[in-house]
């Protein structure tokens, strides 16, 4: 997974000189600092499968954190009634815990899943973890 870092905000893309906004990252820990809880452990739990699936590049901003592969995945964003977990897959999703979805161009769909207090990262949702990690190849 080569990738280029911006010189001007030192945050990794997977093409050179690739548009982005310029922002300072930072750490996983700052993105989540005083927000809920279950909001980190839903994340936590993202990470961990997909640590098992392969490499994985986190790039935290304030906002949220981008997951990577060749290219994004999910942007995972703390709110402040949920976490918001945004996919690109192939396809749009149909179930009822997908709040928004949107074209992205090139076949590619960001589906919106809010994660609220009390709801569990279960295996359908893994597996739409996978299946973004699996379309994130260039």
């Not at 098992?52 to 592969?69: M, T, Y």
């Not at 999910?74 to 918001?84: T, V, W």
Request: charged share 30%; hydrophobic share 40%; glycine share 8%.
């Amino acid at each position: 997974m080569a990738r280029w870092v911006c010189p001007r905000c030192e945050r990794e893309f997977d093409k050179a000189g690739q548009g982005h906004v310029c922002v300072p990252g930072c750490t996983v820990d700052d993105t989540f600092a005083g927000r809920p809880g279950y909001q980190r452990a839903a994340y936590d739990a993202i990470i961990a499968f997909l640590d098992d699936l392969g490499p994985i590049h986190e790039d935290a901003v304030k906002v949220g954190v981008f997951l990577k592969r060749d290219r994004k995945l999910a942007e995972i964003r703390p709110m402040a009634r949920a976490l918001s977990v945004e996919l690109y897959l192939p396809r749009a999703l149909d179930d009822a815990r997908v709040v928004r979805v949107y074209p992205i161009g090139r076949g590619r769909f960001v589906n919106v899943v809010r994660v609220k207090d009390g709801d569990v990262v279960d295996e359908r949702i893994l597996g739409w973890v996978a299946e973004a990690y699996g379309d994130a190849t260039s």
